[in-house]
């Protein structure tokens, strides 16, 4: 399989493998995917700590290589330490030198020790030769003769439910693992450090679907949920009897937490020619439907009904210059105080002392 076509290269860190967020590097440094969610489809599943890449594993970071990452990477294999013993690392090594020698410019013990005014005596820790024999205390995080060996973690902590490894820089001291969660699940995340004691930082990532919510139900249709209102939940539209859909009949939880496209709507099925609309005007919609608009006052599918502006009270008339408000087909009229007149009573006249009344009629 050549995973090439799927690919682009990925930014290099500080080992020999590289996962950034959405791309998988091989050893190579040339082999990654950016694309879709590559964590399925591998049977048998990756082992220690490999990441499933289509159908075939990529091992990198952990020291595991073969289909299923299972067999463990000799990195100390025909390397010559010199006047030292290779220690085996994560895609890498170390030499640890025997008493009274250090390591050179390429990492092998050929440096004889005379004080610790010696090169390299002590890599990463401090030097004593008080005794007259060179010992160091290691720094936190790194052992060996000369303090030149990072501790290492070993293979990176499981990932958690829903969530994905986006960054990984190795599993020495110091490296990093960042778990962050799938589209879908949230947008937390988690860097997890190698500690010096050898050991991976413990930590928690709840990674849960997100929610959109019950949709509105539809005028003059139903709506029908298929698997819940979380992330990926698909509902579906469907209109009454003597009615057509308008709109796309399913809809789908985003990752936004929001129902995807706009809300269908049931329009009366039949035609402008017939002149449906009691008190509003058609607009055809498709060859077996048609929309009512409405004209002031008035409302419904086909705008049969009146709209009581006054209900609940004076609606739309002035609250200091009306008496009352009174309904009727297609309009309201108000009532007005002494010295308040207009549609609304909402115009004061000083001059006046008489009461007035004012009415609206809606235009068909």
């Known amino acids: 399989m050549d995973h090439r076509k ?3 290269l990925c930014t290099w860190f500080l080992v020999s493998i590289a996962i950034a967020t959405g791309c998988f590097v091989d050893r190579s ?3 990654g995917l950016t694309d879709g969610d590559p964590r399925k489809g591998c049977i048998p599943e990756c082992n220690n700590g490999g990441v499933c890449v289509g159908t075939e594993c990529f091992c990198g970071p952990v020291d595991y290589e073969g289909p299923t990452c299972d067999e463990r990477i000799d990195d100390c294999k025909d390397v010559d330490c010199g006047n030292g013993t290779c220690l085996d690392g994560v895609r890498a090594h170390a030499c640890d030198c025997d008493q009274a020698w250090t390591i050179d410019a390429e990492g092998r013990c050929t440096v004889p020790i005379v004080d610790c005014t010696t090169p390299n005596a002590c890599v990463q820790g401090k030097c004593d030769d008080s005794s007259g024999i060179v010992t160091c205390d290691c720094d936190p995080g790194f052992h060996g003769m000369n303090c030149n060996a990072p501790i290492n973690c070993g293979i990176p902590p499981e990932t958690p439910a829903n969530a994905i490894v986006g960054d990984i820089t ?11 969660c799938l589209a879908g699940f949230g947008s937390d995340a988690v860097t997890v450090m190698c500690q010096a004691d050898g050991t991976w930082e ?10 959109c919510g019950i949709p509105r139900a539809i ?3 139903t709506v029908n949920l298929a698997g819940g209102t979380t992330y990926g939940s698909v509902v579906m539209y469907d209109c009454n009897p003597g009615f057509v859909l308008y709109g796309a009949s399913t809809r789908v939880c985003s990752v936004d937490g929001n129902w995807s496209g706009p809300e269908p709507v049931c329009y009366p099925q039949g035609s402008c020619s017939d002149d449906p609309c009691v008190n509003g005007f058609c607009i055809t919609r498709s060859s077996t439907s048609f929309q009512c608009y409405c004209g002031p006052g008035w409302t419904g599918i086909l705008c049969e009904a009146d709209v009581d502006e006054c209900a609940g009270g004076i609606g739309p008339c002035s609250p200091f210059g009306s008496w ?3 309904n009727y087909p297609g309009g309201y009229g108000c009532e007005c105080r002494a010295g308040w007149e207009g549609s609304n009573c909402d115009a004061y006249d000083e001059t006046s002392s008489s009461r007035s009344s004012g009415s609206v009629v809606s235009p068909l």
């Open 219 to 221: 005028a003059n249709g």
């Open 202 to 211: 413990s930590f928690e990532l709840s990674c849960m679907p997100i929610e």
């Open 324 to 326: 009352s408000c009174w």
């Open 6 to 8: 799927h690919c682009t």
């Open 29 to 31: 440094g040339v082999t």
């Open 170 to 180: 190795g599993t020495e001291f110091g490296s990093i693992v960042t778990y962050e």
